[in-house]
């Protein structure tokens, strides 16, 4: 997939950062935001991106619709209402960048048990496996995805 979108929004391939279409240039193929584009050379950008691995591929933006139980530790805590996408690849499910503060509010103490990761892009994510949905009576986004 060459054009990862999220939330309507569009990735720029170099540095992750999403964008409207519209503000999106393509360089030899790849789409870039306005501040990586023309930053390179065609020939250092394809040097660059076929070093990445891993391209990133996600769903669309989810919201958990109904009662979904996570581990932080030993507490137990509903991301009902909560958005997220599936990260295709890594099959995690990551919680939208923008819930981070809503989540540490709700969460309160209990938010030092969360493990802030950074993804590829080096921007911080909540990114949570299948084991962690502790609940097996509940939603399980991951499942849920790769079995539909
Ligand atoms: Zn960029």
Known sequence: MNNPTMNGKWL????GKREDERAIQEQCGFN???SCDGKHTDEELKDK??????????????TFEQDTIIGFNRN?????GYRYYIDIKDETCVLEQDEMPRLK???GEGWRDVIVE???FGQEVIAFSKED???????NPI???FEE
């Open 76 to 80: 137990e805590f509903n991301l009902k």
């Open 133 to 139: 949905f502790i609940n097996t009576e509940t939603f």
């Open 105 to 107: 509010a709700e969460l």
């Open 118 to 120: 950074k993804d590829w």
């Open 49 to 62: 991106l076929s070093s990445m691995t891993k391209v990133r591929e996600v769903s669309l933006s989810l």
């Open 32 to 34: 870039l935001c306005l």
């Open 143 to 145: 499942t849920a995805y």
């Open 12 to 15: 720029c391939q170099l540095c």
